[in-house]
């Protein structure tokens, strides 16, 4: 009996806390339940989910991703600096940090596969190196529109209308953020499902060299996980960018661990006891309501991270207590 309470507390209890507390700031701030507000909250999330993804692909292979919070935060920076500083079309500003995303992953890929270094080591080397050359980049400014430059000129560009609609715009009443969200949730799910390349993921990450004994290739499905990773994060800043209308410094630092909660909480959302795509979605909108409300409630912003940290904690903790419990 005791067990079977546990498999339904794993299977439903994520999806029974969301439930919860959007009930507890729906009654105690009437504004919560607004359309701007319900619209908000899945706008921001957007964002983290783009990055989240990337986390969860990392994962699937048995590897994890430290650098995607450095990823947003040079593809964002990049993206104004491309329109603000050198007034580049909208297909440079959106292809050239698509490409850094990439080259990111690849250097990840590298430094695992072929250097054979830890993806944790490795990934929190180049979240460094990454963030260096990021400051380095902008020489510690964020870069918005009639910015002052070191020669004393101001900057010619703008970061321009078509631009933000990616982050501000709407389709039909919906914000354009979270149909993009809404879709690239939807293709992952089905690609990881699906698909032979989605299940090579999955059985790389559970057995590596049994992966390698039926014929996979091992080090090329690691190299593509990521290589989506950062591909994910950089639209992850993208967007962050678009959203804001500036490219500010140390973005994509807060995400990092919004990212991880919401794909360790996925791990326990239909019981799944393993990454994926639409748990980390469903992690993803815990943590956004979460800090929706305490901001509706006037809780100090400074106090956010302790809320993340508890968030983060019971996931693990409710999460390896159950694959704990599958293996005795």
Do not use: C
């Amino acid at each position: 009996m005791k067990d079977k309470a546990l498999d339904v507390s794993f299977r439903y209890g994520t999806l029974v806390v969301i439930a919860a507390v959007f009930v507890f700031f729906s009654i105690t701030n009437p504004n919560f339940l607004s359309y701007d507000n319900i619209f908000d909250i899945l706008r921001s999330i957007s964002i983290v989910t783009f990055v989240a993804i990337g986390v969860t692909l990392s994962q699937i292979v048995d590897g994890f991703d430290l650098s995607v919070g450095s990823t947003v935060s040079i593809t964002t920076v990049v993206a104004a600096s491309l329109m603000v500083w050198y007034e580049q079309p909208l297909i440079v500003v959106l292809l050239v940090p698509l490409a850094i995303g990439i080259g990111i992953g690849l250097l990840n890929a590298f430094l695992i596969v072929k250097v054979r270094i830890p993806d944790l080591l490795a990934t929190l080397t180049v979240m460094y190196i990454i963030a260096g050359v990021h400051k380095t980049y902008t020489k510690g400014f964020s870069v918005y529109n009639n910015m002052p430059m070191p020669d004393g000129t101001t900057a010619k560009g703008v970061v321009t209308e078509s631009f933000k609609w990616l982050g501000q715009g709407k389709i039909i009443g919906l914000p354009v953020p979270v149909i993009l969200m809404i879709i690239a949730v939807a293709a992952v799910h089905i690609f990881l499902t699906y698909t032979r390349w989605g299940r090579q993921l999955y059985i790389t990450g559970g057995n590596r060299e049994a992966a390698r004994l039926s014929g996979i290739g091992v080090n090329r499905v690691r190299t593509a996980a990521y290589v989506l990773s950062g591909f994910f994060a950089a639209i992850g800043g993208i967007l962050y960018a678009a959203r804001i209308g500036s490219g500010q410094i140390d973005a994509g630092a807060p995400l990092l661990m919004e990212a991880v909660a919401a794909v360790f909480v996925g791990y326990s959302v239909l019981g799944a006891g393993k990454p994926n795509v639409i748990g980390t979605f469903f992690g993803a909108v815990l943590i956004g309501i979460l800090l929706n409300g305490l901001t509706m409630l006037n809780v100090p912003y400074y106090s956010f991270d302790i809320i993340k940290g508890g968030v983060l904690l019971a996931a693990l903790a409710v999460t390896f207590v159950h694959l704990n419990r599958r293996r005795q």
